[in-house]
């Protein structure tokens, strides 16, 4: 039986139910609510029903409904966020410091690695320009890989590794230990507090590391430059930025900022939504990372293919 | 009853008629009922599982019932926007089983966390003063500038304490407030709940195992058993009942 959740809410068996527990909640708590509590019951329901009817679900199934399950929680808080990100009061304060903790105290890390990636890369490349005699080249080609594509990447892979899986465990350790719903009943907005500053902090501070990367490669990079080809620093520069061009710099912002969010939000959600005691903790860290690294890498592959057709 | 103070008869402000919760396949909650009166502290007692947190995380609008209505102040808690649940908690204080400290803030950030966030205009030395005025009140101004990772557990109970009283609430709810207490640090908790409720005029209800803590502190006591009120009354009629479960608990608490 291989069902989608939603082509089983049209069965004529279920969508009756479906109906009867939209309607089961009262329209104060918004349509949307409404929807979600209908949806995910449904699929409680049917997840009830099927394991007394002896399993005849196959895996595929199962996961389809997983999958849609989690698409459906993940729009839900996209559009909360969203939502909460554009309404007052805005905690300025808050923001300001999640900027500093995100922003800040990666630097060492951005520094060492931009600084290897430029390095490594002019070495790597020299051998086939010499090949030849291009090695004049060496600037130009390096901008262009550092600041299109390694810079952004670097970034926010790093900053996937340390940034989203510090957002995850925090988040998620407080969730287990209550002391998101203690924020809750306090009156304390913790969604604001918590999800909408690190995510606001972590897109606007990982575009800002990422300009750093890029700065701090083409520096390890002049460095190898020169103990080699005796180039000097503005001969350097104005080969290095010969062939950017606005867009270029457009695009790698662009994804630097998708990539920020992508870190941000998907720190938060992993960990405000956390469960199962400290198990969960571990968990909400380690899909964290592991899920905003995925979706970097699509995103990279979508924003380098519109760049490329706007080109 | 260690104090006496006033209850007002004629004033629920905790209403809970018919209500069910049950997480899956699990029955929790089979139809509780349960009055607060206006001033009277309630104490909840029931075996471990049987769904007591489960229970005032509903009344806090933390977790949403299956079926019933939960009125408290005058309000269906499950029929409010966020804004007007969020309006209503201020006047909830809910210290948690296991206090819940905000663990990377000082003593100090956790009090002033909910009156910054929802006092925005209050003045630094006016917020000063609460803190400093709260702490002494659960007898812990020394410890102002620790972090909750440097208190014991019966310290931290009280902060956590404190940190509800800083919104001046209306009704209490606490849980477990003595569990994983030696007797003498119970006595000081029980003698809080007492204060507290003295100081600020508060409705409560207490959830406990602790038969010591119960009649300390409770004008009425409320056994819950499989998901349903099973006794209520005051101290005396309930343990006076033969019900084997109420003996079973009578003698764990005081013949063990
Ligand atoms: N969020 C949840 N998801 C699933 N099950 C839950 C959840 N919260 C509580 N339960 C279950 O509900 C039952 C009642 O839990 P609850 O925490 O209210 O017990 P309790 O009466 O407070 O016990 P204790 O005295 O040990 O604190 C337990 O069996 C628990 O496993
Ligand atoms: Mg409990």
Redesign the pocket.
Known sequence: MRTTSLAFLSTKRHSGRFFYNCCAFTPAQGFDVCLYTAVRRCIFQKRISLANETTQQSGLGAQWEELTLGLYDAVRFLGRLFRQAIRPPFDFHEIIRQCFEIGYRSLPLITLTGFVTGIVFTKQSRPSLVSFGATSWLPSLIAIAMIRALAPLVTALICAGKVGSNIGAELGSMKVTEQIDAMEVSGARPFDFLVVTRVVASTLMIPVLAMYCAFVGLMGSFLNIYQNEKTSFITFISDAFEQIGFLDIGTSLTKAIAFGFTIGAVGCYKGFYASNGTQGVGKAANTAVVLSMFLIFIEELVIVQVSNWLR | MAYAHQIDYAQRVIDIRGLYKS?GP?K?LQGVDLDVFKGENVVVL?R????????IKIIAGL?PPDAGTVNVLGRHVSELSEEELRMLRLKLGFSF?NSALYDSMSIRENLEFPVSRNMPGMSKTALDDLVKETLDAVGLLNKIDRMPSELSGGQRKRIGIARTLMLKPEIMLYD?PTAGLDPVTSVEINNLINEVQERYNTSAII?T?DLACAKATGDRLVMLFEGKVAKAGSFKEVFASDDPEVQKFYNYNFIQ
């Open positions: 997480f699990l929790v029931g471990s599982g049987t769904g007591k947190s489960v229970l977790l089983q477990e959830i195992h």
